[in-house]
């Protein structure tokens, strides 16, 4: 019998949905009359925030993150913003007006229900935000100020500075903070979870791992929720912060919860080029400079020649010669079209032999009309930090003067080319973000909920804060409302003595293959595996390849791999072994779900389905469905449950940011 998903949508139209839920919900633990116990894992701004938030409302919170503080989490990397529908600048913006841009950019395949929903409270993050003393950049008359991101025609997204993650995350990390000191939430830094605990079908605790000491720890508790971010790193290079790692997620995929639309990464246009063999990380250059940057790579091929020659300068190629490809193909939105667009686009120029530095792959993102517009203190107001930041890496100021044509100031541009960035796919979660475990709940970057094939900029934050203020705190409660009568339970349970045991041995296995390679050696391989044939343009021959190579290094690392030290005291390459260990399991999931998708759609594109015009070319008739994968074991094909999506509010159509 074909498996059946129940998403708990309420019925009822898209727009009363929300209300109607909360106007059900069976409240629970007003100010902590029972002690009900919450794992969560994380404290990025969806761990942070719902972290915070269940605290506050009278839960006992145990909030675990990898790094040495909160504050640390890779969401202090977000730059460019966060979405809400405030139409603080009267052109138009609605509630509904973000859901149907959330949609379309997703290319119609996120949950419709839950996309409303996130629209909805979008305004209520905002003010939350202000209220804890979040510094939004302000108008000269003291209103929030906004900019314009990708997939939208009007200005909706909130900023501080170039930093804004940072900023939202001090705010969230306060109200931690507070709820610490009152003593619902027990901290534990520099802890990792290295396994769920499953008692009876339930989600009953975790067992983690004191990073510093090695010591193996058990928690548990009446719920867990893990919010521990993306899988980006799958690809060894890509935007993420370094310690980003999908172990948590992978480890609940392996004990039974459904991985959602894994194919679908996002691939973001403005990063700095890859210059070299040597390099671990790639650098974002926020998609905010896309509201006053242009994008163009020259007209004439000999113009591209000489600038990969390094014969010649982009300052010194004139107005007439410059192709402004993105204003060109998609005039309505132009460099605001989504990243998929964006970046694709970009590759399709830098393939034709446009590229404009030494490896060809590299467009320019250039200022020289906004600053001879705008003049360069309200470009530097805007977009310091990000200047400062570019000319740190690359020894280019991208305000600095560099030529003078026909009485045309040009400055010099920055180059960019598309990199890893985000992931849409993730554990799958129904309408109350919990997995089909029941009691194991997933938030922000690491559940697939709201954002299709294709996340629009800036609402990555948005969704973050959305499941951890106003979302999971209502919806937990529906699930713990029948665990009050339910004792917490033991950690001397033997669900708990064989998990633990399990990850000792895992340990000891991985020590103890004494190979010759490192870590990071076998991590890059895996990642020019995924990039070249699981990244922006996929084909099935391709893909079959990559799963091929994939399962031979993953052989490799089973016999070769070389991991010096203990299990006792701290151990960084057993902490990424694990995590590695784990990004092969995710590596081939992406390929098997791109594979299964015979369709291109936002970020998954496969290059045999196209149209003339090379845009994505979906097929809703076999395809209109989110593909949830069912772990078999280690080496084995993975089983696809569909759940089919349904569309009220919108009508499906194709996506078009020409006109
Ligand atoms: C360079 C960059 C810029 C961005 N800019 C924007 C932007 O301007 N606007 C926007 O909307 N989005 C932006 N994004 C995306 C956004 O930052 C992320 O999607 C978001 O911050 C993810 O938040 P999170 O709380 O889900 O996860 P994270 O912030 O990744 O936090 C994960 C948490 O889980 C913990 N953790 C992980 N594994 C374990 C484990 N096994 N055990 C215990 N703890 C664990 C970590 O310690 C951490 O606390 C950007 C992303 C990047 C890379």
């Known amino acids: ?89 009267n052109d138009g913006d609605s509630i509904y007006r973000l859901f149907y841009d959330t949609v379309k950019g997703g290319d119609y395949r996120a949950r419709e229900a839950n996309v409303y929903r996130l629209a909805e409270v979008s305004n209520n993050i905002i003010d939350q935000c202000v209220a804890q003393g979040v510094p939004f950049a302000r108008e000269y008359g003291g209103m929030l100020a906004n900019r314009s991101f990708g997939g939208a025609q009007v200005s909706r997204t909130f900023y501080a500075k170039g930093q804004t993650g940072q900023q939202l995350l001090l705010g969230a990390y306060s109200s931690l903070s507070c709820q610490v000191k009152a003593g619902k939430v027990k901290l534990y830094t520099r802890y990792e979870m290295e396994d769920v605990v499953i008692v009876d079908g339930r989600a009953r605790g975790i067992i983690a791992k004191d990073l510093c000491s090695g010591k193996l720890v058990r928690f548990s508790a009446n719920a867990v929720v893990i919010a521990t971010g993306g899988y980006g790193n799958t690809y060894f290079l890509s935007t993420n912060a370094m310690g ?132 360069i203190d309200v470009i530097m107001q805007r977009y310091g930090n990000l200047f400062e930041m570019y000319e ?165 690392f089973d016999t070769n791999l070389f991991v010096p030290g203990t299990k006792e005291g701290l151990n960084i390459e057993l902490d990424k072994a694990i995590h590695l260990r784990d990004f092969f399991t995710m590596g081939q999931l992406v390929a098997f779900d791109a594979l299964s998708r015979n369709e291109s759609c936002g970020g998954h594109f496969r290059e045999e389905y196209q149209t003339e015009e090379g845009e994505a070319k979906r097929d809703d008739e076999n395809y209109f469905y989110v593909g949830c994968w069912e772990y078999k074991g280690k080496g084995v094909e993975p089983e696809l449950i569909k759940e089919p999506l349904e569309y009220e509010a919108i009508k499906v159509q194709t996506r078009n940011y020409k006109n």
Request: proline share 5%; charged share 25%.
């Open 244 to 375: 980003c790692n999908c172990s948590a997620a992978v480890q609940c995929y392996r004990k039974g919860a459904y991985f959602a639309n894994p194919s679908y990464v996002q691939i973001h246009p403005t990063c700095i080029p890859v210059h070299g063999d040597k390099q671990s990380k790639l650098t974002l250059m926020s998609e905010s400079l896309r509201n006053d940057g242009r994008i163009w790579v020259p007209k004439k091929i000999e113009d591209a020649k000489a600038l990969q020659a390094g014969t010649k300068q982009g300052w010194e190629i004139p107005e007439e010669d410059r192709d402004y490809y993105l204003e060109r193909r998609y005039p309505a939105f132009g460099n605001l079209v989504p990243r998929d667009v964006a970046s694709r686009a970009a590759k399709e120029r830098c393939d034709k032999g446009f590229g404009v530095n030494n490896t060809g792959l590299a467009v320019f993102l250039d200022f020289s009309e906004s600053i001879n517009r705008l003049g």
């Open 392 to 556: 740190e890496i690359t020894d280019v100021f991208p305000g600095d003067v560099a030529n003078e044509i026909n009485g045309v100031k040009y400055y010099k541009p920055m180059m960019i080319y598309p990199a890893i960035h985000y992931t849409m796919g993730g554990i799958w979660v129904d309408y109350e973000l919990q997995t089909t475990i029941p009691g194991l709940f997933a938030i922000g970057e690491c559940n697939f909920s709201d954002h299709g094939a294709n996340r629009l900029g800036a609402s990555a934050l948005m969704q973050g804060l959305a499941d951890g203020y106003f979302v999971l705190p209502y919806t937990i409660q529906n699930y713990l409302a029948d665990q009050a009568v339910w004792p917490k339970v033991s950690t001397d349970l033997p669900e708990f003595a064989e998990a633990e045991k399990a990850v000792d041995a895992e340990q000891d296995r991985l020590l103890n293959i004494k190979g010759k390679r490192s870590v990071d050696s076998i991590h890059k391989e895996l990642g020019h595996i995924m990039w070249e044939y699981v990244g922006m343009g996929r084909t099935a021959e391709g893909l079959k390849t990559g799963l091929k190579k994939m399962h031979e290094l993953e052989k490799e």
């Open 1 to 89: 019998m074909a498996k059946v998903l129940d998403s708990k949508i309420p019925a009822g139209p898209v727009p009363e949905k929300w209300k109607e839920y909360k106007a059900h919900q069976r409240l629970v633990n007003p100010k902590n009359k029972l002690k009900l116990d919450v794992i969560v894992v994380g404290t990025g701004l969806a761990g942070a925030s719902a972290a915070a938030s269940l605290g506050e409302m009278g839960f006992n919170v145990i909030n675990l993150c990898i790094q040495d503080s909160p504050r640390r989490a890779h969401s202090i990397a977000a730059q460019g913003g966060i979405n809400a529908a405030k139409c603080y600048q």
